[in-house]
């Protein structure tokens, strides 16, 4: 929300985790669990670009949560569970996973979701990897892996390297994707 002002706040309970409330308006999370409360700085994971930050459940345990179903749960006053059972999703009606305000989050089925705007926007404007940079990629991992140091690190630095997503990186150096120049 960067340069805009924000709406009023609405803070409800989120539920499983007494220490938090959601600002389902505006999509942030309040946390009361120091003396003085304060907003939490979510960050958007390299590899699916959601909103994510960690909370403490009532057990203690710090776990790792998407900021929409965060939103959504408060909103509905139920757990994921509810809808995962029921075989819906989040869905960000203008397609930006930072904008989780409840005016952009709406549960559809996975069909719903997918429909063939939704696919042809994300696959816009897309370009497939040149073979040259693959077999770069590949001979970069291999002397990575040699050194010990962690897959989840180096698909992160080519991700952004070679501005594909993280998914696209780790299905190469899991050889799952350009098997032929293996």
């Known amino acids: 929300m960067e340069n805009v002002m924000e709406k009023e706040s609405v803070l409800v309970p989120i539920p499983g985790f007494k220490d938090y409330k959601a600002d389902v308006i505006n999509g942030k999370v309040y946390s009361s669990r120091c ?21 403490t459940d009532s057990q203690g345990k710090a776990k790792a949560q998407s900021l929409h179903a965060l939103i959504m749960s408060a909103h509905l006053g139920v757990n994921p ?19 989780n ?6 549960l559809k089925t996975r069909k719903e979701q997918y429909n063939e705007g939704v696919i042809a926007s994300i696959t816009t404007g897309r370009t497939r990897l040149k073979e040259s ?3 770069l990629i590949l001979e970069q991992w291999k002397t990575w892996e040699e050194d010990g140091k962690r897959k989840s690190t180096f698909c992160n630095m080519m991700s952004e390297a070679y501005e594909k997503t993280y998914s696209c990186i780790e ?12």
């Open 35 to 55: 003396k003085q409360g304060r907003w939490l700085n979510p960050k958007a994971s390299k590899r699916f670009k959601y909103v994510i930050t960690t909370l």
């Open 133 to 135: 940079d693959v077999l």
């Open 81 to 99: 569970s509810w809808w995962i059972n029921q075989g819906l999703e989040i869905d960000h009606l203008d397609g930006n996973k930072s904008n």
């Open 101 to 106: 305000g409840i005016h952009n989050l709406k």
């Open 171 to 182: 299905n190469i150096v899991n050889k799952k994707t350009f098997k032929k120049l293996i």
